[in-house]
């Protein structure tokens, strides 16, 4: 059966328009995006872990890549490497076609980096232990590096006690990728920038210094041991401040004590050192771990409670029963030690068993 005009018509309009999209594909890819005036430098460029074109996209056009962020992206999302980058950093250079960088960018790292996980609630020395061995520093080298490290302009270095780790609270928990190559000063320095660019994204409570949220942040970081109640605790601890209570936060004593090991004790409470909670008014001094997002956040943005104390509720997961009044807790208490002690006797039961 013969075609219309009209048909023939509508099916040269589709293959011209199939032809004009395949022609803007490799024109995105081949030509737009690389800067018309190029040297051909080099440029060493950082995929983060987990990030895609578009969140590198900017970076690229400033480093001089690419001159178009926007063709880049278009021509990312039509290519399947853009699905495949590699972390890590990447020799690049001046002047290269959107073509050119994907395939750069979703092979391997042509400089060579480690990795390092820094969990959420380490102190400055679990994490200096954690780098030297990600990273084959020296501690010692590490330590040293610190004091050409520059603090947040909002630490007040300058007040706090002489036996203060100044740089506690301050080496953000994350997953970094750097260069196997680089200076400890370097590294720590980058650190310390993440946090302070996680701590430029909130605001602190009314009359509340930045550098004080980061300490609340840290207890918080501590205590909570389910995520959802962050803000539940932080909401205590202002509280309490606010009443004015001891904090008299078990997490203080055991950075205090210097120790993790076992259990507190009742001659653990009567450390004296301006960490303790139980024993000094007010803050610590400086933060007891490195808090991360979610601890900031909810620093910064606690709960609405009139909860002036908790206790776990749940040995298993560490959740917390809390309470307004102090009748309230006793009571709270009392069933944690109930739980506790059935706990103790399970615990004893199964180990007496025959071998």
Known sequence: MAMSNSSKAFVVVLVLAGVVAAAGAWWLLADVGAPEASNGRVVEFEV??????????????EAGVISSEWAFRIAARFDERSERLQAGTHRLRA???????????????????????IPEGLTVEQTLTRLAEAGDYEVQALRAALTEVELPGWVPADQLPES?????????????????????????????????????????????????????????????????????????????????????????????????????????????????TYQRDGLPPTPIAAPGRGAIEAAANPSDTDYRYYVVDDLESGSHAFAETKAQHDANVREYRRMREQQQAKDQGAGGGAP
């Open 95 to 117: 002047g290269m076609t959107s073509d050119e960088v994907l395939a750069a960018l979703s092979s391997e790292p042509h400089v060579e980096t480690f990795r390092l996980t």
């Open 164 to 276: 203060a780790e100044p740089y506690e609270g301050l080496l953000f928990p994350e997953t970094y990728q750097f260069r196997t190559d680089a200076a400890p000063a370097d590294v720590l320095q980058r650190l310390v920038g993440q946090t302070e660019s996680v701590m430029q994204g909130v605001q602190p409570p009314q009359g509340v210094s930045r550098y004080e949220m980061l300490i609340v942040a840290s207890l918080v970081e501590r205590e909570a041991k389910v995520s959802e109640e962050q803000p539940t605790i932080a909401s205590v601890i202002y509280n309490r401040l606010s009443a004015p209570m001891r904090l008299q936060v078990d997490a203080t004593v055991i950075y205090a004590r210097d120790d993790n090991s076992g259990p507190l004790t009742n001659s653990d409470l009567e450390i004296d050192s301006p960490w303790n």
């Open 48 to 61: 983060p872990e987990g990030v895609g074109t578009s969140q590198i996209a900017g970076d690229l056009a």
